[in-house]
């Protein structure tokens, strides 16, 4: 039998605390704090994202009525709602940030084999925002529109194992074009964006940086033709042009050649042109390319299914920030610990099965996998044996 320590404390120790501690000294996130740490802090936070918790009294009301294991859950300070409410409004959403970024740094090696439909040996990141709305009374600083407030999440999604290679939340009416700047180009990377981010300025910088670039032309986009390649038009390719910007300001922001390529979408009949600067790969891989850029949606769509980050815990900004960056925090955790201990099922069944069992004292692969676990008990080399 096992009496070990519980799920939730075992979830816990995958993560780095040194590093954490790291971070919260940066920011001095624990000056002049007595009994509720940062890392009690976050760990609160994590049980809420785990627990599907909807509010601050709703997480103390949990906490409280299993007070008796909050030692063991490695929470040692008074959980109390006012307590969790000034920690989350004062204490620097940087230490939260930094350490998410630091265990995305941790996840990204152990999902960089993973397959997403194309064999391609360069790392494909596919950019993008979410709006997450916000109520204009409560949040007035997230002022966006007249009568709406929201935050804009802009997401750099490594589609290999679609784990998030950086997140950079802004104020909603920041146009995501903007975000191009305040992105650390990878040589010989391939970035799949969609009509929002063509700026010919901005994508120059990426070819100076021996990077890639896939994204579609606008419908009214002038250019000089140079050379027409021939394509296979039974696979839906229309033509593949070498071009030039054709546009004065085009031309001086954008002085290489181009990669013009059209595809017919029979499925929705609707009919595509992309830009690249590539063009070594053929013009079919360049259309799947973008069509993988469908992989950045569908992580939105699942983190606002799965994670706490449409309702929030607290009203000021560093509030909304520490929780999107705690949950996005927990979903990089329940990947590495998918991958660590070669856990076969999905992450929507595992934080579910979570959920249900934070208190357990089980194994996590015994509570994961059920009657199909088989739990192999490890002898000591040195203990004696009674019997032979």
Not at 183 to 188: D, F, H, N, S
Not at 252 to 263: D, M, N, Q, T
Not at 341 to 367: K, P, V, W, Y
Request: hydrophobic fraction near 45%; glycine fraction near 4%.
């Amino acid at each position: 039998m096992y009496t070990g320590k519980m799920i939730f404390a075992q979830l816990m120790d995958h993560l780095p605390r040194y590093e954490f501690q790291k971070c919260v000294a940066r920011y001095r996130g624990d000056y002049k704090v007595q009994s509720f740490s940062c890392w009690d802090q976050f760990l609160c936070l994590a049980f809420a994202q785990l627990t599907y918790r909807e509010s601050l009294r709703d997480i103390e009301t949990c906490l409280r009525a299993a007070h008796t294991k909050l030692y063991h859950l490695g929470i040692r300070g008074q959980v109390s709602r006012n307590t969790l409410a000034n920690a989350n409004s004062v204490r620097d959403w940087r230490i939260y940030a930094d350490f998410g970024q630091h265990l995305i740094d941790i996840a990204r090696p152990l999902y960089a084999q993973e397959d997403f439909g194309l064999q391609l040996d360069s790392t494909v990141y596919a950019l993008d925002s979410t709006t997450i709305d916000l109520c204009l009374s409560l949040f007035p600083w997230a002022h966006f529109r007249r009568r709406k407030a929201g935050v804009k999440l802009h997401t750099l999604l490594d589609l290999h194992g679609n784990i998030p290679a950086d997140v950079i939340i802004t104020a909603a009416n920041l146009h995501d074009i903007n975000i191009l700047d305040r992105i650390i180009i990878e040589a010989g990377a391939f970035y799949i964006m969609d009509r929002a981010y063509l700026d010919f300025g901005r994508l120059y910088r990426i070819h100076l940086a021996a990077a890639f670039f896939v994204t579609r032309a606008w419908k009214n986009f002038n250019f000089r033709r140079i050379y027409s390649a021939a394509v296979d038009k039974s696979a839906g390719l229309l033509f593949d042009q070498t071009i030039r910007p054709g546009g004065f300001y085009q031309q001086k922001a954008y002085s290489e050649k181009l990669r013009r390529i059209g595809f017919y979408d029979a499925v929705n009949d609707h009919r595509l042109v992309f830009i690249t600067n590539n063009f070594n790969l053929p013009a079919i891989t360049i259309a799947a390319l973008y069509k993988s850029r469908w992989q950045v949606e569908l992580f939105f769509r699942w983190i606002k299914q799965h994670l706490r980050i449409k309702s929030f815990f607290g009203t000021s900004e560093n509030a909304v920030k520490t929780q999107i960056w705690v949950a996005l925090s927990v979903y990089v955790l329940v990947a590495i610990v998918k991958k660590r201990l070669n856990i076969d099922l999905g992450m929507h069944r595992i934080l579910q099965t979570l959920s249900l069992n934070l208190f357990e004292r089980t194994e996590i692969l015994c509570a994961l996998q059920g009657d199909d676990y088989t739990s192999i008990e490890q002898e000591t080399c040195n203990q004696m044996k009674l019997f032979k």
